[in-house]
T-cell receptor, first 112, second 118 residues
Framework: KQEVTQIPAALSVPEGENLVLNCSFT??????LQWFRQDPGKGLTSLLL?????REQTSGRLNASLDKSSGRSTLYIAASQPGDSATYLC???????????FGPGTRLSVLP | EAQVTQNPRYLITVTGKKLTVTCSQN?????MSWYRQDPGLGLRQIYY???????DKGDVPEGYKVSRKEKRNFPLILESPSPNQTSLYFC?????????????????FGEGSRLTVL
């Protein structure tokens, strides 16, 4: 059964820092991996999706990488801003059986 | 505009009064799913559906029912709500895997329904 973990659980950084959020999964037979952002009490916003054949995806200040063989994905946020403060979740979709498995999330605080 | 629509967005009800949370998607997606989210517990899957008339239990199905009579709709039914079902609920949908080379399998979420059971 696929298991997804995220480290760290919480992170607090000063504005302007570059930072990395980590997502690990146990079964490398994945269809895709998706990163989401969630503000407190709000819905999930899709940030980036990496298909199994891809190594990375970029959108603005965000870059997500995927290493299937090691079961890891990283979300890189450049020049962080207070508006980036939110919880970031990764979700893995398997090739078969159980569809989407979510990590517990990393709660990010960017201090002005 | 491609979207997943949930209703109601907010609801306060009392124990035992049956309620239905509707979910509709306009993207012709085969896969639909319901999640609940509680502080400290993350997202937990309630039920999912791989296609019309095909539904299956997720991790926390007790106290809930679903149906998938049409491809676009996937209502969540609470036959006799209890206070422990107070939560934030999300509906999500996606194309099933392998449906064409351009299918990224992206998961789309509704905006959420905050339910309070007194």
């Amino acid at each position: 059964k696929q298991e997804v973990t995220q480290i760290p659980a919480a992170l607090s950084v000063p504005e302007g820092e570059n930072l990395v959020l980590n997502c690990s999964f146990t079964d490398s037979a994945i269809y895709n991996l998706q990163w989401f952002r969630q503000d407190p009490g709000k819905g999930l916003t899709s940030l980036l999706l990496i298909q199994s054949s891809q190594r990375e995806q970029t959108s603005g200040r965000l870059n997500a990488s995927l290493d299937k063989s090691s079961g890891r994905s990283t979300l890189y946020i450049a020049a962080s801003q207070p508006g980036d403060s939110a919880t970031y979740l990764c979700a893995v979709r398997g090739n078969y059986g159980q569809n989407f498995v979510f990590g517990p999330g990393t709660r990010l605080s960017v201090l002005p | 505009e491609a979207q997943v629509t949930q209703n109601p967005r907010y609801l306060i009800t009392v124990t035992g009064k049956k309620l239905t949370v509707t979910c509709s998607q306009n993207m012709n997606h085969e896969y639909m799913s319901w999640y609940r989210q509680d502080p400290g517990l993350g997202l937990r899957q309630i039920y999912y559906s791989m296609n019309v008339e095909v539904t299956d239990k997720g991790d926390v199905p007790e106290g809930y029912k679903v149906s998938r009579k049409e491809k676009r709709n996937f209502p969540l039914i609470l036959e006799s709500p209890s206070p422990n079902q107070t939560s934030l609920y999300f509906c999500a949908s996606s194309l099933e895997r392998g449906q064409g080379t351009r299918n990224t399998g992206e998961l789309f979420f509704g905006e959420g329904s905050r339910l309070t059971v007194l």
